[in-house]
């Protein structure tokens, strides 16, 4: 190859390489334009079974199951909205480009699980993040309840609707504590010897609420009542509230043990989302495949011709 053809073929190469980077720079990017990711702390119970692993495959395994894209697709409607111009809009197409846009990663140290939704804009994803979640709860706890028996199922669903009520009670109690500068510190009562002799016994029956529903009904504000008084009424009625219902959630503990223990249920694995859906743009997590291969291709075309430039320069040197 003589010099001259030798400078062609680098100057050409130089100059492709540069058009392929400007395409790699304005080449669309992918489907999803932002990422909405949450976090999902998976807690295990105190029996040694299941692993961690295969509690995280189960959780993964709801997370992508057909059910919960079927789920998210009615909430937000998306075989319409996703439906191509002038096309019967198709469940299966839906269910597809949803299934391709989420991305389940687990993590067996830290115990969680990791969800991030691809979306055309940061609502879009930030709404299927969400409704994922909010499926997510229901088909995972109507499996649950498939494998368990009915006097179980029905424990566990009073102790989910008593505890966020007793965490609302203890943290206003507090709140009004440290404003009012009480020094007395709140101690959940203990259920009676007794009552625990006749849970063992399989003779303790579910009592009415006519004696504390009035716990839960509106209190009358006295006549020119301060704001100091009507701190103080507050707070004695959410301890009054925190008694009744850390008295009913002991008393579902207990039941619920000797149940399990009848029936050999082992106790299920508790989730928590531990950070909620926020989307950002995808630039931020790295360019999309075939941008990167544009500016690997044009780099590259660029230092073939400039190796080229410099092998014909030391012909020359050599020649002369």
Not at 110 to 116: A, D, G, L
Not at 282 to 303: E, H, N, P, T, Y
């Amino acid at each position: 190859m003589t010099r001259s053809s030798s400078r062609k073929l680098a100057a050409a190469l130089i100059v492709i390489g540069v058009a392929l980077l400007v395409a790699g720079r304005s080449s669309p990017r992918p489907l999803g334009h932002y990422v909405a990711e949450t976090t999902i702390q998976v807690i295990k119970p105190a029996s040694d079974s299941p692993s961690t692993s295969e509690l995280l495959r189960r959780e993964c395994s709801i997370l992508e199951s057909t059910a919960l894209l079927d789920g998210v697709i009615s909430n937000l409607n998306l075989t319409t909205k996703w439906a191509e111009p002038n096309k019967q809009p198709s469940l299966s197409q839906a269910r597809h480009r949803l299934s391709s846009s989420l991305d389940v990663i687990l993590n067996d140290a830290s115990e969680q699980v990791r969800v991030r939704v691809s979306g055309r804009d940061k609502q879009e994803a930030e709404d299927i993040a969400n409704s994922l979640l909010r499926v997510y709860q229901e088909v995972r706890r109507a499996s649950l309840r498939q494998s368990k028996p009915r006097d179980i199922v029905i424990l566990e669903d009073q102790l989910e609707e008593i505890e966020p009520r007793l965490k609302l009670a203890i943290e206003t109690m507090e709140r009004l504590r440290k404003e009012l500068n009480l020094n007395e510190f709140y101690t959940p009562p203990k259920p009676e010897p007794t009552l625990l002799d006749r849970i063992n016994d399989s003779k303790e029956e579910e009592e009415s609420d006519t004696g504390t529903s009035s716990l839960y009904s509106y209190d009358p504000i006295p006549k020119n009542e301060t704001p100091e008084q009507a701190k103080r009424r507050i707070y004695l009625r959410s301890r009054r509230i925190a008694d009744v219902l850390s008295l009913r959630k002991d008393r579902a503990e207990m039941r619920l043990e000797v149940l399990r223990a009848r029936s050999s249920t082992p106790e299920s694995a508790a989730v928590q989302v531990v950070q909620n859906p926020e989307a950002f743009p995808q630039a931020s997590v790295g360019r999309g495949k075939s941008s990167a291969g544009w500016l690997v291709a044009g780099w590259g075309s660029i230092l073939t011709g400039l190796i080229f430039v410099l092998t014909s320069r030391n012909t020359r040197s050599t020649a002369i």
